[in-house]
């Protein structure tokens, strides 16, 4: 995206942020297609859920970030962050709804390409229980995780969203997916 649209979006996330409805409404049309692109990507190659379609996702998120306080977003980069952080929530809450009880030794492969459904909740729910432990433990490498498999990110993306070098990503990634396999396999 050009610089100039890059700011123009980033000044009306900011108005949206003081409460205007109209910058807020112009900025979700001006992101919206992304946004949707990015759910595809999240959601993966699963046959499609009924009920979790990536527009459901992008709409169920966009809810929950415009809803209650307001957002706090620096720029379009950092709102779509943000974005992809809140559709990792959704999916964890849909999850855990589908599956009320914890259940142990599943084990989901970190692939590039994120494959999240309804179908596999159970991994999906013990996939963030790790995640949470491993954040405890490095938060570099639960970052990178969330911002590659559930953001979809590339390794320069990631890198550029947590202000760190491309090496430094696929160290932490690297060593994410593999304590998170050992995790996930002894419990």
């Not at 112009?26 to 297609?33: C, K, L």
């Not at 709102?79 to 999916?91: D, E, K, P, T, Y």
């Amino acid at each position: 995206m050009e610089e100039g649209k890059d700011q123009d979006l980033t000044l009306m996330l900011a108005a949206a942020a003081e409460g205007d409805i109209v910058a807020r409404d112009q900025f979700v049309e001006a992101t919206y297609q992304y946004l949707h692109h990015l759910a595809s990507r999240i959601l993966g190659s699963e046959a499609p859920s009924p009920t979790l379609q990536p527009t459901v996702l992008v709409n169920e998120a966009l809810l929950r970030l415009f809803s209650g306080r307001p957002l706090q977003a620096e720029s379009r980069k950092h709102f779509l962050n943000i974005a992809a952080q809140q559709m990792r929530r959704v999916l964890i809450d849909r999850a855990r709804a589908h599956h009320s009880h914890k259940r142990k030794g599943a084990v989901i492969a970190l692939e590039d390409a994120p494959q999240v459904s309804l179908e596999r909740s159970a991994e999906l729910v013990a996939l963030d229980d790790a995640l949470n432990l491993l954040a405890e433990l490095d938060s570099n490498a639960a970052d990178v995780v969330e911002k590659k498999y559930f953001g979809g990110y590339t390794d320069e993306e990631t890198a550029a969203i947590l202000n760190t070098n491309v090496g430094r990503v696929r160290r932490d990634w690297t060593y994410a997916r593999a304590w998170l396999h050992d995790y996930m396999t002894k419990a």
